[in-house]
């Protein structure tokens, strides 16, 4: 089934032009720079869900939005940008905490039997951050995986059967 689409819905349509509105030209340099702080993607990421809840969308319509739509769209562009330089923040953030090598840890010892081959912990990283990618352009983030409290990293857990599943493939590798 492909989900790819080329009309956009008049809650969508509104809802990208609403959005235009947040985006000068100062916040435009940032975000194609790069040079966009954490609080700053935060900003924009709370400022966009509440015109999204006022256009009667939830976070499911933006992700379809981003990773769906058909045709070329400046808006949509933002958006995806948004969505990945929040999560690398968050990536980020993650890797610095103690509750990275923990994950790490855990994810090895519960690979330990599933994989045949040796695991070290570079094989354990390396395959968490392929897992990770999957979730580059979702706009909530990597909550599935790193749950955030008050935009602080709180725990670290791949404890979706699926997102499981896809790590040790990348093990495999």
Do not use: Q
Not at 3 to 10: A, I
Not at 104 to 131: M, P, Q, T
Not at 156 to 165: A, G, K, L, S, W
């Amino acid at each position: 089934m492909n989900d790819k689409f080329v009309n956009l819905p008049t809650k969508y349509t509104n809802l990208l032009n609403e959005s235009k509105k947040l985006f000068d030209a100062n916040m435009l340099k940032k975000l194609s720079s790069r040079k966009i702080s954490y609080d700053e993607l935060n900003a924009l990421h709370k400022n966009i869900n509440i015109i999204c809840s006022e256009n009667e969308c939830n976070s499911y319509d933006i992700n379809k939005i981003i990773n769906g739509y058909d045709k070329k769209n400046n808006v949509i562009d933002i958006f995806k940008s948004i969505a990945n330089l929040r999560n690398k923040h968050i990536v980020s953030n993650a890797y610095k905490s103690d509750l990275w090598k923990t994950n790490l840890k855990n994810l090895k010892e519960s690979s330990s039997g599933i994989v045949d081959k040796k695991i070290n912990n570079d094989l354990v990283e390396g395959a968490f951050i392929n897992l990770l990618k999957k979730y580059k352009y979702n706009w909530d983030g990597l909550w599935s995986i790193i749950e955030l409290k008050n935009n602080n990293i709180k725990n670290i857990n791949v404890f979706d059967p699926d997102d499981f599943e896809e790590f040790i493939k990348h093990l495999n590798v």
